[in-house]
């Protein structure tokens, strides 16, 4: 079955012969299916009023362990963003108590950011409904072919330079 991305290739073929656009068929569909599944995935975290920014901390710190506690730093890690849009997203979460803020016992200048019982709660409940539509996106690959996209796009990550650990 031909899609979008097979048409244009076709026209780059006729028009273009003497190139090879195959990367398109890849880059292409990679493009346009970032953009469908970021629209799921808005939905998704729409229902539990939150955006995709916001679950990320949130689950960052839920993830993390007991005492459901990271530093900004960390936090910034984990979501590869810059140290004030890790900031503008924490003061976000604090303002309706999804975290909280406070000094840093092992070092007085630096701050800990904490999990809420209100945010705990809260990814809590968006998670299974978050797990429910990646199912759902990823339904017609049978688990051997989920498992080599993985592989595949995990091996892609890195070699442009994408974080491995």
Known sequence: M????????????????????????????????????????????ARHDLDRASFDVLATLRRSGPPYRLTPTELMRSAMVTSGAITQRLDRLEARGLVER????????GVRVALTEAGGELVDRTLPDHVATEHRILAALSADERDELAATLRTLLESLGGPVA
């Open 2 to 45: 031909a899609d979008h991305v097979d048409r244009v290739l076709e026209q780059w073929h006729a028009e273009r012969p003497d190139l090879d656009v195959s990367p398109m068929a890849v880059i292409g569909r990679l493009s346009r299916l970032s953009a469908l599944v970021d629209a799921e995935l808005r939905r998704t975290f």
């Open 102 to 109: 406070s000094p840093n016992e092992a070092d007085g200048r």
